[in-house]
């Protein structure tokens, strides 16, 4: 059974980053209610591989559907910031409310990682402030302003990296595969969403700098769902 579930989450993995391939070739094309309709079905990839080792072979339950309600949330959230771009009078309100979908997923990851996880708050606060000032630099750099929605952008990065400073910290105290997945995933996640500011904010809109939103986003999101096969 487990190396049935495990090639079928492969497989999804694969069908996973195939489908972002198309959906950032749609994106480019400007096609985009195909790319949001990609987007969307890239995201029930990842949330499939976590919902189920989830059901099937991770054995904290608790833990790991906790953890795929937050994946839940991320493809909702990609499913919103896509139709921002369908809908472009609706841009601001369509973009705050991606970002709280997300929001409420970062809420989920960290509460699963501190019921379950001992963490060391120092490291966590250290790894907290160097990942904002890390990211505050590089879209400083990128002459990225974000007008009215500076306050909850700002806000919602502290969210976004205490998540990945909480799963860095558990990696340290409790070495193994399943920490070291979800560290990644959260180192993964403020690196993304600090090029997406500075895509979304800034002069630059080179398409690179969108291809390095999704490639960590992805990164991010699978490594995270792949961390409850080794829970």
Excluded at 79 to 103: E, K, M, N, T, Y
Excluded at 179 to 200: C, E, K, N, R
């Amino acid at each position: 059974m487990e190396t049935g579930l495990f090639i079928a989450c492969a497989a999804l993995t694969a069908a996973c980053a195939l489908i972002a391939v198309y959906f950032m070739k749609a994106f480019r094309e400007k096609t985009y209610d195909r790319a949001a309709i990609l987007k969307t079905a890239a995201g029930l990839c990842f949330l499939m591989i976590g919902v189920l080792f989830a059901a099937g072979m991770c054995g904290d339950k608790r833990f790991a559907w906790l953890v795929a309600a937050g994946l839940a949330f991320g493809v909702l959230g990609d499913l919103l910031l896509a139709i921002r771009f369908i809908c472009p009078a609706q841009h601001d309100r369509f973009f705050v409310s991606g970002a709280l979908s997300f929001a409420v997923g970062h809420w989920l990851y960290i509460y699963a990682m501190l019921t379950k996880y001992s963490v060391s708050f120092p490291v966590v606060l250290t790894v907290g402030i160097v990942g904002l000032a890390a990211a505050a630099t590089y879209v400083k750099s990128k002459k990225a302003d974000a007008g009215r929605l500076m306050v909850f952008g700002s806000v919602y990065m502290a969210m976004v990296v205490a998540m990945g400073a909480v799963s860095i910290s558990a990696a340290t105290v409790s070495v193994g595969a399943a920490t070291l997945l979800f560290a990644v995933g959260g180192v993964m996640f403020p690196i993304s969403d600090s090029i997406l500011s500075a895509y979304s904010f800034g002069p630059d809109k080179h398409f690179g700098l969108n291809i390095g939103v999704h490639a960590t986003y992805y990164l991010a999101q699978i490594c995270i769902a792949w961390s409850l096969a080794f829970v």
